[in-house]
C-alpha cells in the first residue's frame, strides 16, 4: 500500500471532524432569519345569529265570494285582478224578483196592521161593556185572543219585511275585506246559486298588505326561537323572494303549530310578513332568515386562519416573545367573510392571517401587523337548501 493513501484518508478525517465541530457555530451566527408571518387583532362586535329557510307565502285572509241569494247576474264592477276595499261593489244581480217579494211582504204587513187595530177595537169596547154586563167574559176572552194573534201576525210580517228587504240588499256583493280581487268567474247573463256553501264562487279574494310565510323548523332551532321570544318579546325575521338578492321584507314570527311531526322531527311555523309593494302573491316561494339568538358579543377572524386538527379547530398565536402558540377555538357561525370565535382567544391576541406553511408551534417567527377587512356577505338569489344555513350579522 503506497504512503500517499494514508495521507490522504487522514486529510479527509480531519476536514470531517472539523467540519462537524463547526456547524453549531455556523448555525448559530448565521442561520436563516426567524419566518415572516401577517398578524391581525380580532375584529369585535356585537352580533346575532340568524337561520335561513325555505318556504311558501299565504295570505292572511282569504274569502270565495259567493251570492248569499240565487238570480242572474247584472253587472261586474271590478276589475280583475284590482284592489278593493270592504264594502265595495263587486257584482249585482237582477233584483226585480225580490223587490216584489219585498212588496208583497209589506202589503202583508200592512193587513196584519189592519187586523192589529181591529182587534184592539173589539178589546176595548168588549172591556167597556163587560161592566155593564152586555158583553160575556167568553167573548171578552176571544176578542183578547184575536187581538194577541194579530200581535203575532203583525210581527211575523214585519220579520218577512226584513227578511225580503235583507234578501234584496243581497242583490248588490260586495267585498268582505280589503284585498286583491282575482279574476271575475262569471259574466253578466249568467244564473248564479247562492244562499249556501256549495253555491257558485263568483271571485276570491285575498288580503295582502302583508302575508303569512310558513316553514318548518327543528325541535332544537324551536327550541332556541321560544327562549328568544321570552327575553326579547318577538323573534324577527328578514324575507326575500326568489328574484332578491337582499333580505328587505321585515317580519317576526306570530305563530308554531300545537305538535311536533311524527315522522319528520319538525315543527310548521309562520312569520309576518310586510308586503308594501304587492308584489308578493300567496302561494309564491322565497327564503326567510330567523334570528336564531340575543345578541352576543364575538371576535372575529378570516376564515382562513382557523386550523383543522383532527376533530378539534385552532388558531396559531404569537405571544409576546414572538413565538408561536396554538389556541383551540369554539366557532360560532359564519359572518360575512369571517368566522365568529365565541371562545378560545382574547380580544388583544395577536392571530395569525398568513404564513401558515412556515408555521409550527413553538417556533419564533417576524410577525408584521395587518388590519382585517369587515365585509358583507354577497347574497345570492334564495335557492332551496336541504338544511337550514345559519350565519350571524353585526349589530348596528
Not at 280589503?178 to 279574476?183: K, L, P
Not at 271571485?203 to 321570552?230: A, G, K, P, Q, W
Not at 322565497?286 to 358579543?297: A, C, H, K, L, N
Request: hydrophobic fraction near 40%; proline fraction near 5%; include cysteine.
Amino acid at each position: 500500500m503506497r504512503p500517499c493513501n494514508f495521507a490522504t484518508v487522514s486529510v479527509l478525517a480531519t476536514a470531517f471532524v472539523l467540519g462537524a465541530c463547526g456547524a453549531p457555530q455556523a448555525q448559530e451566527h448565521g442561520g436563516p432569519p426567524p419566518s415572516q408571518v401577517e398578524v391581525a387583532i380580532p375584529l369585535s362586535a356585537q352580533v346575532s345569529d340568524w337561520n335561513g329557510y325555505t318556504g311558501r307565502f299565504e295570505a292572511v285572509e282569504r274569502v270565495e265570494v259567493r251570492a248569499r241569494v240565487s238570480g242572474y247576474v247584472k253587472s261586474v264592477n271590478f276589475d280583475d285582478g284590482a284592489r278593493v276595499k270592504a264594502g265595495e261593489l263587486l257584482f249585482t244581480l237582477d233584483d226585480r224578483p225580490f223587490r216584489a217579494t219585498l212588496a208583497q211582504a209589506e202589503a202583508q204587513l200592512a193587513q196584519a196592521k189592519a187586523e192589529l187595530s181591529q182587534a184592539e177595537s173589539d178589546v176595548e169596547r168588549s172591556e167597556m161593556l163587560s161592566k155593564s154586563g152586555a158583553v160575556s167574559v167568553e167573548e171578552l176572552e176571544q176578542n183578547r185572543t184575536r187581538l194577541a194573534s194579530a200581535a203575532a201576525t203583525v210581527a211575523a210580517a214585519e220579520a218577512g219585511v226584513d227578511a225580503a228587504r235583507l234578501d234584496l240588499s243581497f242583490t248588490r256583493v260586495t267585498a268582505p275585506i280589503d284585498g286583491r280581487v282575482s279574476a271575475r268567474n262569471v259574466d253578466p247573463g249568467n244564473l248564479v246559486a247562492g244562499g249556501n256553501s256549495s253555491g257558485d264562487i263568483l271571485t276570491t279574494l285575498v288580503r295582502d298588505d302583508e302575508l303569512y310565510f310558513t316553514f318548518n323548523v327543528s325541535e332544537s332551532d324551536y327550541l332556541r326561537y321560544m327562549r328568544t321570544e321570552e327575553t326579547e318579546g318577538s323573534v324577527k325575521a328578514e324575507a326575500r323572494l326568489q328574484d332578491e338578492t337582499t333580505f328587505t321584507r321585515q317580519g317576526e314570527m306570530v305563530f308554531a303549530d300545537n305538535r311536533m311531526g311524527d315522522t319528520t322531527g319538525s315543527i310548521r311555523v309562520r312569520a309576518l310578513v310586510g308586503n308594501e309593494d304587492g308584489i308578493i302573491r300567496p302561494g309564491m316561494t322565497g327564503e326567510i332568515r330567523v334570528s336564531g339568538s340575543t345578541t352576543y358579543p364575538a371576535l372575529m377572524v378570516p376564515q382562513a386562519a382557523v386550523q383543522t386538527d383532527g376533530t378539534r379547530r385552532t388558531l396559531f398565536l404569537v405571544n409576546e416573545r414572538n413565538e408561536v402558540e396554538t389556541a383551540p377555538v369554539e366557532l360560532g357561525p359564519l359572518s360575512g367573510n369571517m368566522q365568529v370565535i365565541r371562545s378560545g382567544i382574547e380580544a388583544n391576541d395577536r392571530v395569525i392571517v398568513n404564513g401558515f406553511v412556515r408555521t409550527r408551534a413553538g417556533a419564533v417567527v417576524n410577525p408584521v401587523p395587518v388590519q382585517l377587512d369587515y365585509q358583507a356577505a354577497p347574497e345570492d338569489p334564495a335557492k332551496v337548501q336541504s338544511r337550514p344555513a345559519m350565519s350571524a350579522r353585526p349589530v348596528n
